[in-house]
């Protein structure tokens, strides 16, 4: 078993202040801090995804503060790779997959924003080519807690949650 933690989206337009602030984001933004120290203790493949929009999108402009991520993930992040996406799903049109069979992983941590979208799009992919994949809740935030908390719900059909 080899694992890897993919940390997805935690980009400053999501935090007070930005384009479209989550609930709970901080708290979110700090647990996922937490399991990228954890997972570099234990040895695994840490990746950043970094959803890079269009010019004329509401957040997540190229080459805007908004897009960047938070100065705690980044930090966290340090030389860790560093995916850039387009869409929902973390595996579309990357190198998220050949990354992780570059590294034979078998077991994918997710963690990030926004819940209901990225995070279920990434864990629910049909690119993932079979590994098991876990949800950290409690770095994980939405538009709301509650709309948070019932994509995970949704998740754990399929997905265990952490």
């Not at 970094?50 to 960047?68: M, S």
Request: a negative charge; hydrophobic letters at 45%.
């Amino acid at each position: 078993m080899k694992n890897a933690l993919i940390v997805i989206d935690i980009q400053n337009d999501y935090f007070p202040g930005g384009a479209f602030p989550l609930e709970g984001a901080e708290a979110a933004c700090e647990a996922a801090v937490e399991a990228i120290a954890r997972a570099r203790e234990n040895g695994w493949l840490v990746v950043g995804v970094q959803h890079i929009a269009t010019a004329d999108a509401p957040f997540f402009r190229p080459d805007t503060e908004g897009a960047a991520f938070h100065p705690h993930v980044a930090a966290a992040l340090e030389n860790a790779p560093i995916v850039i996406k387009a869409q929902a799903d973390s595996f579309f049109e990357t190198n998220l997959e050949s990354l992780l069979s570059e590294h034979g992983i078998t077991e994918i941590y997710l963690t990030g924003m926004m819940t209901q979208h990225c995070v279920t799009h990434t864990a629910l992919s049909p690119q993932n080519p079979g590994m098991k994949v876990h949800i950290i809740a409690a770095g994980c935030a939405a538009p709301t807690r509650a709309l948070s908390d019932l994509a995970l719900s949704g998740l754990g059909a399929r997905c265990t949650i952490e």
